[in-house]
């Protein structure tokens, strides 16, 4: 039995350089990925994991990756145990051979989970990096803005948030107040996603699972909002965000589930969901971020002007913004900027170019949005 499972797992380890240069491969051909995978095998493979893992109200990838880390540091445990039962601190000379043997055992051990995660990421989402960009899914002319673009595409994002903010408080010094609890919410955005359908119809949402992250303090102090589990296709969302950033930030990781991996596209597509729902909070909350993204590249470019353009938002909006520092700024931690180092490495390696920086590419596709319906009226 241990000879079959060694040789089970040197199989499995073996496979890991092909899948490698397979995913490489792949890479390059963006049509073929969205041809046949994000709107082919993949479909079936989220709808599915939705399906079965939606109904339950807890988080079972959080769960998975929980025990995993239980495993790990169970198997290590052992490992060093194992080392000193052979007595090879006292008999390092006596008992090489053993010693060599107990490493690369474990060695094999742990390339052979990194062969399984590395599968199971790329075939039931990862592959998703790779396919064709949005703007070309949705007939969008995406290329390099001027600031006068961006700055009229500012202006007609601050004119909707202040007319959404205004519906809302009554009162423009006034900081909105989102009355619902996380559960309202995410029943609330598979609304924006049907409306949506309505006029781009390859970006449905079905079979929701959308679920609290059970790790919501750890991604506080790590400055993430939410995430998708990949393997689980679940959307997990920081449950200590801003309730004002909650609505848009449950619609990106929704526009993760439906095949959109790339930050930039999927802020667009939450944006987007965000706009088209019927309720006023998720409006508000799809404007306000499109305006932070925008104010900070303009911001870059003309500091003078980007503090002219300030001062035409609702100061209740600004308020809004200052409650938001507040909260992410108590979870400041020295931590923060190699979790943020390790996931920017993660972005780049999965063909965005600019890492952290590519959610900020949402930019391009706001600017030519915007344009296309200037156009079209």
């Known amino acids: 039995m241990r000879m079959q499972n060694y040789k089970k797992k040197l199989f499995l380890a073996s496979t890991l350089p092909f899948q490698v240069m397979f995913v490489l491969f792949l890479s390059q051909n963006p049509a073929w990925i969205e041809v046949f995978y994000s709107n082919g095998f993949y479909i079936y493979i989220a709808n599915f994991l939705r399906i079965i893992l939606g109904w339950i109200p807890f988080s079972m990838g959080d769960i998975l990756g929980l025990f995993f880390i239980f495993l790990l540091i169970k198997g290590v445990y052992h490992f060093i145990k194992k080392l000193f039962q052979n007595n090879l601190k006292e008999n390092f000379s006596d008992n090489l051979k053993e010693y060599f043997k107990i490493i690369s055992l474990q060695f094999l051990s742990l390339i052979t989970i990194v062969s399984v995660l590395y599968f199971c990421f790329y075939a039931f989402w990862g592959l998703n990096?790779?396919?064709?960009?949005?703007?070309?899914?949705?007939?969008l002319q995406q290329a390099t803005y001027t600031t006068n673009q961006l700055v009229e595409t500012t202006q007609k994002i601050v004119?909707?948030?202040?007319?959404?903010?205004?519906?809302?408080?009554?009162?423009?010094?006034?900081?909105?107040?989102?009355?619902y609890n996380t559960t309202e919410i995410y029943d609330l955005a598979t609304n924006g996603y049907q409306n949506l359908a309505k006029k781009y119809p390859q970006l449905a949402y079905k079979n929701p699972s959308i679920k609290s992250s059970l790790v919501s303090l750890l991604q506080s102090y790590n400055?993430?909002?939410g995430y998708l589990?990949?393997?689980?296709?679940?959307?997990?969302?920081?449950?200590?965000i801003p309730k004002t950033s909650f609505p848009a930030t449950t619609c990106h990781e929704m526009a993760h589930q439906i095949g959109w991996a790339a930050e930039n596209d999927a802020n667009f597509v939450g944006f987007l969901a965000s706009v088209a729902?019927?309720?006023?909070?998720?409006?508000?909350?799809?404007y306000r971020m499109a305006y932070i993204y925008c104010i900070n590249e303009i911001y870059k470019r003309d500091k003078k002007l980007s503090e002219k353009i300030k001062n035409t938002v609702h100061k209740g909006i600004y308020k809004d913004?200052?409650?938001?520092?507040?909260?992410?700024?108590?979870?400041?931690?020295?931590?923060?900027?190699?979790?943020?180092?390790?996931?920017?490495?993660?972005?780049?390696?999965?063909?965005?170019?600019?890492?952290?920086?590519?959610?900020s590419y949402v930019v391009d596709?706001?600017?030519?949005?915007?344009?296309?319906?200037?156009?079209n009226n």
């Open 129 to 139: 990096y790779f396919r064709e960009p949005l703007a070309k899914n949705l007939n």
């Open 159 to 179: 004119y909707q948030l202040n007319k959404t903010h205004f519906e809302i408080t009554k009162n423009d010094t006034l900081k909105v107040q989102v009355p």
């Open 223 to 225: 400055g993430t909002a």
């Open 229 to 240: 589990n990949p393997i689980t296709g679940e959307a997990q969302i920081n449950n200590q």
């Open 277 to 286: 729902n019927n309720d006023l909070y998720f409006k508000y909350s799809g």
């Open 321 to 359: 913004f200052h409650a938001s520092f507040l909260h992410w700024n108590q979870f400041k931690n020295p931590i923060e900027p190699y979790l943020k180092k390790g996931y920017n490495s993660y972005l780049k390696a999965n063909k965005q170019e600019k890492g952290i920086n590519s959610y």
């Open 365 to 375: 596709l706001l600017i030519a949005y915007f344009n296309k319906i200037d156009k």
